[in-house]
């Protein structure tokens, strides 16, 4: 077995030698959503490609770089695109930039992603608070055996997606005018988008939301107790319940549309995630 810790530790490492940075939040920006890293100042670009054992993201609307940078005075490592499972990639290997940050010393992560909407009361183009997971990826990236470096064999997901972060978010959402739903997310394998009679089960098993990512990062964090945060935006509504088909384009043009509400969103929210980081209030 190879030694993930090490090779996180080292990725790390080369990272942090690019920089004189040291944030201690992460941000996974999602299809459509990588622009805010562009808006960092002070930054540093980090191509996955210079980076030791980081999986190469394939998906379109991915850029496949971290930003180490500083929005306003909060330093942050924004990673522009991720992997998914989907790609071919195992949960080990989509998890291991959660590793890496965590190396880093990265202590919140704000996870972002494009979900299909299943609550008739979103519409494209909605943000929504994820309150919880339910994991139908079949697979998990803690099987195998456990790394006690990274954190325990049986971690408690009871307060996976920080009750106190949820709380900072909706603030500056009214503050803001934004509306911001909370929601389940149901992560799936992909890269199939779901069949209506799957939406239609997703629904009464009480997701609110449909993606392909996210729930394995999740859990990566919390193992390491990291705490979280993870903002969706619904770029369509999940198949069936519109009379019309999906398409990726789609996806990636509502992100485009939302992009500004999400990141004057992200930046309210930012200063005070980092502010509990340091005070070490995150639950
Ligand atoms: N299903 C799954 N994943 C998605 C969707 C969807 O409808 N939209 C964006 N990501």
Redesign the pocket.
Known sequence: MTDQFALAESAAQLILARTALRPQIGIVLG?GLGGFADSLTDATRVPYADIPSFPQSTAIGHAGRMVIGKAGSTAVAAMQGRVHLYEGYSAHEVTFPIRVFGRMGIRAVILT?????INLGYSPGALVLIRDHINLQGTNPLAGANDDRFGVRFPDMTQAYSRRYRETAHEEARKLGVTLHEGVYAG?L?PS??TPAEIEYLRRIGADL???STVAEVIAARHMGISVLAISC??????GILDQS?SHAE?LETGERVKSTFESLLRAVLPRIAKDVAEGSDT
């Not at 992603?113 to 909407?117: E, I, M």
């Open positions: 299809s992603n494009a979900a299909g909407g799936l992909g988008y779901e449909v993606g392909m619904v770029t369509n509504m999940a198949a999906l996806v």
